[in-house]
């Protein structure tokens, strides 16, 4: 990947295009080496469910994936207003010495943890006003996604498809009427399963990939970031480099036809 091709976000650039999750895995110190593998710089917990110093007789994220080498985004998992979601990411202010990058998610259902758009717009607008840096977890809707970038946000993410799924980019043409409108990074959070969902988010022009489960829940764990990490590379040096044209009703022989050795014989 050429070295200028760093994605920014809330002005700060980062030489990787992953950002992982740290929840799901067996221990913090398989944890660690996922992150180690997948080349992440940005990893996003859950305020609710990790340990980051709310209780300090129990090990601690901190000490596995340490904030002074990676850019820790808290994120608001499990919460299902906006209420819960401001008073989440304040407190996870306090625990990390004021730390303002956040990831907001307000879910709007427990089953299929799709967010709640309208919960999601107001707790981005109060979180904002109160001078956080917030990337947002949204629904594939052009039009809210747009809203949340006039709210002030410094990121959005669509989801592919339901969290925790698999099931890959379900409808890319949402995604690319985003993508196409937007003046802040656009990331896919949510629904990527393998390696090549991860390479057509990047493909289709996304600024980065977020995930957990894909890596969390794989036979191996360390060996999937690792895949991942290639494939989001892949996908972005496709996506510079520009796929050539489909041709749906002919084909193009791959060599050229001028000049071509005669089977005549004089």
Known sequence: MPTTDSLTIAGKAYGSRLLIGTGKYKDFDETRCAVEASGAEIVTVAIRRTNIGQDPKQPSLLDAVPPSKYTYLPNTAGCYSA????????????????????????LGDPNTLFPNVIETLKAAKTLVDDGFKVMVYTSDDPIIAKQLEEIGCVA?????????????ILNPWNLKLIIEAAKIPVLVDAGVGTASDAAIAMELGCDG??????????????????????????????????RMPKKLDSAAPSSPVGGMISSKTS
Do not use: C, Q
């Not at 304040?90 to 907001?104: Q, S, T, Y």
């Open 83 to 106: 209420d819960d979601a401001v008073r989440t990411l304040r407190l996870a202010r306090e625990l990390l010495d004021g730390h303002d990058l956040v990831k907001l998610e307000v």
């Open 209 to 242: 990939v977020l995930m957990n489960t894909a890596i969390a829940a794989a036979r191996n764990p360390i060996l999937m970031a690792s895949a991942m990490r290639k494939a989001v590379e892949a996908g972005r040096e496709a996506w510079l480099a520009g």
């Open 156 to 168: 959005v993410m669509p989801l592919a498809s339901l969290i925790g799924s698999g099931m890959g």
